[in-house]
């Protein structure tokens, strides 16, 4: 069964960090790509960034919101994958899902990110 | 970007309804669509990718349509537990985008 289990989630004052992580099973984690969406209470859905799978050298993309301020990474040994987040503002509080694949036919369960002094 | 444009916003139906969601893209983008539904709460469900093909285990009254920017998805036979919101979602290139989401209400 393919599982995404996030973690790492809480709350952070504006200008710190925090690091996110996606833990996968149920399928061979460097096949595939995952990506980062996120969701601002009562708000729709907002892609944060992608890792390709490995067979493209786990190429990262990112939305033009968080460039240069947040950072996809894997570690293959530990099936997972994390989202480094720098320079926090308040408008990154949301819940932040990872889902799996064009088309996220997979997601996670998500997890709370609040950004607020 | 590419704007995904989702109408209507919400809709009310009754049960035993059938209900159309519309999607509009910006640019042509093939048939690289995707369809959600989300529970208050829950993380997004798939329902539908590739633009009509259903995901595994999502019941066939789901369905959609479409192809280059214009795409729908119907929901037949409404049930109580079909009340949710449903997004669209573009995969055709960066960045990934979604439709603004449409609230449905079951009478």
Known sequence: EVQL?????GLVQPGGS?????????????DHYIDWVRQAPGKGLEWVGRSE???????????????GRFTIS?????????????????????????ARDNGFGFWGQGTLVTVSS | DIQMTQSPSSLSASLGDR????????????NDVAWFQQKPGKAPKSL?????????????????????????????SLQPEDSATYYC??????????????????Q
């Open chain 1, 5 to 9: 289990v996030e973690s790492g989630g």
């Open chain 1, 18 to 30: 925090l690091r996110l992580s996606c833990e996968a099973s149920g399928f061979t984690f460097s």
């Open chain 1, 53 to 67: 799978n490995k067979a493209n050298s786990y190429t990262t993309t990112y939305a033009a919101s968080v460039k």
């Open chain 1, 74 to 98: 894997r570690d293959e040994s530990k099936n997972s994958l994390y989202l480094q987040m720098n320079s926090l503002k308040t408008e990154d509080t949301a819940v932040y899902y990872c």
């Open chain 2, 19 to 30: 209900v159309t969601i519309t999607c509009r893209a910006s640019q042509g983008i093939r």
């Open chain 2, 48 to 76: 539908i990718y590739g633009a009509s093909s259903l995901q595994t285990g999502v019941p066939p009254k789901f369905s959609g349509s479409g192809s280059g920017t214009d795409f729908t998805l119907t929901i037949n």
């Open chain 2, 89 to 106: 979602h573009q995969y055709n290139s960066f960045p990934l985008t979604f439709g603004q989401g449409t609230r449905l209400e079951i």
